[in-house]
């Protein structure tokens, strides 16, 4: 097993490289160079290349799948603000005849509060509380969205993936969930193979890759809502899903496909059988793990609680498989450069980031801009708290080594796995 790594409270940063720091945190408060990763390494000797979906990204950080992807405009906002990749809100699968039977999950909710929580460690973050699922517009509408979003994405060389959630079934072969669940607006269909309503998987796939050609990515979501859902009670049931998901969806059609993982309500250790079984499902990448659930409350939610889990989690297992294949996006309070190198030491290529983009404003350093704009500001250039520092900080103790004169992102996770190994 690896051993947990702690990083100091403060980065040593060498004091040229911080004098730099602190003159550009000031300055790009009211607006990002037009070149960033360029910038950044012709400035700081560092190169920011990160990966995602088995895609080369400029920078670690992407947008989540959520509320704040629903509309070309923000799709626009993310890449004038140069993020690495943006993921789109999730949609329910559906067959050709318009039937899902994951509607439950298509509820219409608008009302979010975004506001402070204190984690179990007494630090004070930030979740987003609402009671509100997946897309709740057509899926016609969303593949014109996707369509849009794949033309600006690609017009500003960032990967634009969409997000799904598939039919999963009860325990017992072919059962569904509580009585009713499907009812809302899903119609009960024929069930394929294993309980999959292999048709919504069929349909929704292909009707995706008509639109993302060979270059589609998908991510699907096993939600914090689901984890709390009747069918995710049996240990071997979610299991069930993890192993067969990816099967079902490369069957329909080719596309690269991740497995966003559910924060199970179990303890870590089955959180790690959740990771393995990932591991060997034949997913192209995962995303390690989504918010938190709330069984009293009845609400997913995220902040420190959130980082503290999937960093023990990810601890729990040797860093080397992430190293190669397949690859790891982290999702989960990245608030901070310096938690995406928590993440990134834990196998991490990129990280996805909701709350954040959504804070108030008076919560960033930056004056100006888009939130995505001010937030990377923050996550880069932060003194003490960005990605820059933290690279330089692992670059001074040994850490991460530089290669052909820079220290890269990427080797963060690589060098730890091997140092672990
Ligand atoms: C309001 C809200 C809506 C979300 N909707 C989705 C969703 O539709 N699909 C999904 O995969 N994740 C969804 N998420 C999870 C985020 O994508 C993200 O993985 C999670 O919030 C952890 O990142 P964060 O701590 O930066 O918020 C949502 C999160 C929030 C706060």
Same mark, same amino acid.
């Given at each position: 097993?690896?051993?947990?790594?702690?990083?100091?409270?403060?980065?040593?940063?060498?004091?040229?490289?911080?004098?730099?720091?602190?003159?550009?945190?000031?300055?790009?408060?009211?607006?990002?160079?037009?070149?960033?990763?360029?910038?950044?390494?012709?400035?700081?000797?560092?190169?920011?290349?990160?990966?995602?979906?088995?895609?080369?990204?400029?920078?670690?950080?992407?947008?989540?799948?959520?509320?704040?992807?629903?509309?070309?405009?923000?799709?626009?906002?993310?890449?004038?603000?140069?993020?690495?990749?943006?993921?789109?809100?999730?949609?329910?699968?559906?067959?050709?005849?318009?039937?899902?039977?994951?509607?439950?999950?298509?509820?219409?909710?608008?009302?979010?509060?975004?506001?402070?929580?204190?984690?179990?460690?007494?630090?004070?973050?930030?979740?987003?509380?609402?009671?509100?699922?997946?897309?709740?517009?057509?899926?016609?509408?969303?593949?014109?969205?996707?369509?849009?979003?794949?033309?600006?994405?690609?017009?500003?060389?960032?990967?634009?993936?969409?997000?799904?959630?598939?039919?999963?079934?009860? %325990? =017992?072969? &072919? +059962? #569904? $969930? *509580?009585? @009713?669940?499907?009812? /809302? !607006? %899903? =119609?009960? &269909? +024929? #069930? $394929? *193979?294993? @309980?999959?309503?292999? /048709? !919504?998987? =069929?349909?929704?796939?292909?009707?995706?890759?008509?639109?993302?050609?060979?270059?589609?990515?998908?991510?699907?979501?096993?939600?914090?809502?689901?984890?709390?859902?009747?069918?995710?009670?049996?240990?071997?049931?979610?299991?069930?899903?993890?192993?067969?998901?990816?099967?079902?969806?490369?069957?329909?059609?080719?596309?690269?496909?991740?497995?966003?993982?559910?924060?199970?309500?179990?303890?870590?250790?089955?959180?790690?059988?959740?990771?393995?079984?990932?591991?060997?499902?034949?997913?192209?990448?995962?995303?390690?793990?989504?918010?938190?659930?709330?069984?009293?409350?009845?609400?997913?939610?995220?902040?420190?609680?959130?980082?503290?889990?999937?960093?023990?989690?990810?601890?729990?297992?040797?860093?080397?498989?992430?190293?190669?294949?397949?690859?790891?996006?982290?999702?989960?309070?990245?608030?901070?450069?310096?938690?995406?190198?928590?993440?990134?030491?834990?196998?991490?290529?990129?990280?996805?980031?909701?709350?954040?983009?959504?804070?108030?404003?008076?919560?960033?350093?930056?004056?100006?801009?888009?939130?995505?704009?001010?937030?990377?500001?923050?996550?880069?250039?932060?003194?003490?708290?960005?990605?820059?520092?933290?690279?330089?900080?692992?670059?001074?103790?040994?850490?991460?080594?530089?290669?052909?004169?820079?220290?890269?992102?990427?080797?963060?996770?690589?060098?730890?796995?091997?140092?672990?190994?």
């Amino acid at each position: 097993m690896t051993s947990p790594y702690r990083m100091p409270d403060n980065p040593q940063v060498p004091r040229p490289l911080r004098s730099r720091l602190l003159l550009d945190f000031e300055r790009f408060k009211t607006g990002l160079p037009a070149e960033l990763p360029a910038f950044v390494r012709e400035r700081y000797g560092m190169d920011l290349t990160a990966e995602y979906a088995g895609r080369r990204i400029r920078l670690p950080f992407g947008k989540a799948s959520g509320q704040l992807s629903m509309t070309a405009a923000e799709v626009q906002a993310d890449g004038d603000a140069q993020l690495g990749f943006v993921v789109l809100k999730t949609v329910i699968a559906e067959d050709a005849a318009g039937r899902r039977s994951m509607g439950a999950w298509a509820i219409h909710e608008t009302a979010m509060r975004v506001e402070p929580i204190a984690s179990a460690s007494l630090r004070r973050g930030w979740t987003v509380t609402w009671k509100g699922r997946g897309w709740d517009r057509s899926f016609d509408d969303y593949l014109a969205l996707y369509r849009e979003a794949l033309e600006i994405g690609s017009a500003l060389d960032m990967p634009v993936a969409a997000s799904v959630k598939y039919h999963l079934p009860g %325990g =017992e072969r &072919g +059962e #569904e $969930g *509580e009585e @009713g669940e499907e009812g /809302e !607006e %899903g =119609e009960e &269909g +024929e #069930e $394929g *193979e294993g @309980g999959f309503r292999v /048709e !919504e998987y =069929e349909y929704t796939t292909r009707r995706i890759a008509e639109v993302g050609g060979r270059g589609a990515i998908i991510e699907k979501d096993f939600s914090p809502t689901l984890a709390g859902d009747d069918r995710a009670l049996a240990r071997e049931n979610v299991l069930r899903w993890i192993r067969e998901v990816p099967r079902l969806v490369s069957r329909a059609a080719r596309v690269t496909l991740g497995l966003k993982l559910m924060n199970a309500l179990f303890d870590d250790a089955f959180q790690v059988e959740i990771l393995r079984a990932a591991q060997t499902s034949g997913a192209d990448f995962l995303v390690c793990f989504n918010r938190l659930y709330d069984p009293v409350k009845q609400v997913a939610y995220g902040g420190w609680d959130l980082s503290d889990r999937n960093l023990r989690v990810l601890d729990m297992v040797p860093a080397s498989p992430f190293a190669l294949r397949p690859s790891l996006s982290a999702t989960g309070n990245i608030c901070s450069g310096r938690m995406m190198t928590e993440y990134a030491l834990r196998g991490a290529s990129s990280g996805q980031i909701h709350t954040f983009f959504q804070v108030p404003l008076s919560e960033y350093p930056a004056t100006a801009g888009s939130r995505p704009a001010r937030a990377l500001h923050a996550l880069l250039f932060h003194p003490e708290e960005g990605l820059i520092a933290w690279m330089a900080h692992l670059g001074e103790t040994g850490e991460l080594s530089p290669r052909d004169g820079f220290l890269h992102f990427l080797d963060i996770a690589h060098e730890r796995a091997r140092h672990s190994a």
